[in-house]
């Protein structure tokens, strides 16, 4: 499976500031995932990420909040923008794997955020 | 997107098999199940698929009856090491992506 590395591991923040946090993978990715987990809850897809065109974002999160990059096959970043104590929580990015006929995810290890 | 129940937590203790059932009763045709497990402070971890029947791998096995509404995760011999949040996800191939992660069942393994 993917091996991915996820950039920070953590930070505290102050509000009104933007925080990036960088997803780089072991081989080429077509679609990359992020996700929000707010304390003690499930995960949440913020957006799909495809190299070469706009993220897609869900219902309830939107690019002027939540920019991302994704200039090659291997890296995306994602940003925090203009954070309030609400946006504290761990932020995953994940790809798909091939798992004998089918796909699952392979996720990094997470970025803990916490906003003050 | 296929919706998926949980129970929301279980206890067990070391050493017993545990299992842990899933309602998934809008599967779609092409809809494989599949399981994974989050320790604080870490992503989820893939720990089995499938699509009908009997699968298992080194880590546990997945229970699907024929009508594929349902599906349990089997863990024998439980550790205090397997204490962790497990999820199940149903989704297709080609929109693996758009899988909705349930609520989770939290494990708490006893000594």
């Known amino acids: 499976s993917a091996v991915i590395s996820q950039k920070p591991s953590r930070d505290i923040c102050q509000r009104g500031t933007s925080l990036t946090i960088q997803c780089q993978v072991d081989s ?43 200039p090659n096959l291997t890296f995306s970043t994602l940003t925090v923008s203009n954070m ?10 994940s790809v798909e794997d091939l798992r004998g006929v089918n796909y ?3 996720f990094g290890s997470g970025t803990r955020l916490t906003v003050v | 997107l296929a919706k998926t129940t949980q129970p929301i937590s279980m206890d067990s203790y070391e050493g017993q098999e545990v299992n842990i059932t899933c309602s998934h009763n809008n599967i779609a045709t092409n809809d494989y199940i599949t399981w994974y497990q989050q ?10 698929q ?3 029947t009997k699968v298992t791998n080194e880590v546990a096995s997945l229970f699907i009856p024929a009508d594929r509404k349902s599906s ?3 863990l024998p011999r439980v550790s205090l090491s397997d204490t962790a949040v497990y999820y ?10 758009k899988s909705t992660f349930g609520d989770g069942t939290t494990l708490t393994v006893k000594p």
């Open chain 1, 84 to 93: 309030s104590p609400e946006d504290s929580s761990i932020y995953l990015c």
């Open chain 2, 50 to 52: 499938g699509y009908k």
């Open chain 2, 39 to 48: 320790f604080p402070s870490q992503g989820p971890r893939f720990i089995i």
């Open chain 2, 88 to 97: 199940c996800l149903v989704g297709d191939a080609g929109n693996a992506g």
């Open chain 2, 72 to 74: 349990t995760l089997s």
């Open chain 1, 104 to 106: 699952g995810y392979t």
């Open chain 1, 28 to 70: 080429q990715v077509t679609m990359m995932f992020w996700y929000r987990q707010q304390p003690g809850q499930s995960l949440t897809l913020i957006a799909t990420a495809n190299q070469g065109s706009e993220a897609t974002y869900e219902s309830g999160f939107v690019i002027d909040k939540f920019p991302i990059s994704r």
